[in-house]
């Protein structure tokens, strides 16, 4: 019984890899995903092969690579749209490509990408009201609020505020 979508028979093997060890990897990404990217789930031979797929490189170790993409939603998402935009090049004789088109699909379809952005608007939209909170409590001022001296808002509001009178003395300079 597989674990996913992807059936061997529909991968061509491989000189080192079966098509079962290509169905197995596709299903893998997959779990990988809907596990909201468990760390857990990112084994040595899960990131051994996902290095060598859609043009992505083995970093320094697994720890960077999985630091790299997965540590945030912001990261998820170029993760995702990497994976997405790759051409998926090569002959499924010596490449897992044909299982790339597959994962490719399959992603589409469970609509991931449209997910996460929607993840990263809205945690940048969170951020930004943060600010914007934060500064409207240290600039703004309170409507209707009386000072010391009896008056409101709406009357400081009127008023101009002073600036101090900076004189000037003139500074007669030879350029010659």
């Not at 004789?93 to 399959?106: K, L, M, N, P, W």
């Not at 608007?121 to 600010?131: G, Q």
């Amino acid at each position: 019984m597989p674990k996913g979508p992807f059936l061997p028979g529909e991968f061509t093997p491989t000189r080192f890899s079966t098509a079962t060890d290509k169905a197995e990897f596709g299903n893998h990404f997959l779990r990988f995903i809907e596990s909201e990217w468990a760390q857990t789930l990112f084994t040595k031979d899960f990131y051994h092969r996902l290095s060598m797929c859609f043009g992505h490189i083995a970093h320094c170790d697994r720890a960077t690579f999985y630091e790299t993409w997965f540590t945030s939603d912001q990261d998820r998402l170029r993760f995702l749209e990497k994976t997405l935009k790759w051409p998926c090049w090569g002959d499924p004789e010596y490449t897992f490509s044909d299982v790339e088109r597959a994962i490719q699909q399959e992603v589409r379809k469970r609509n991931y990408l449209a997910g996460y952005q929607l993840r990263v608007a809205e945690a940048e939209r969170a951020s930004e009201m943060e600010t914007l909170r934060r500064l409207e409590t240290k600039y703004r001022i309170p409507a209707n609020r009386t000072d010391d001296a009896g008056a409101t808002t709406a009357d400081l509001a009127v008023v101009e505020p002073s600036s101090p009178v900076i004189e000037r003395i003139p500074i007669q300079a030879s350029l010659f």
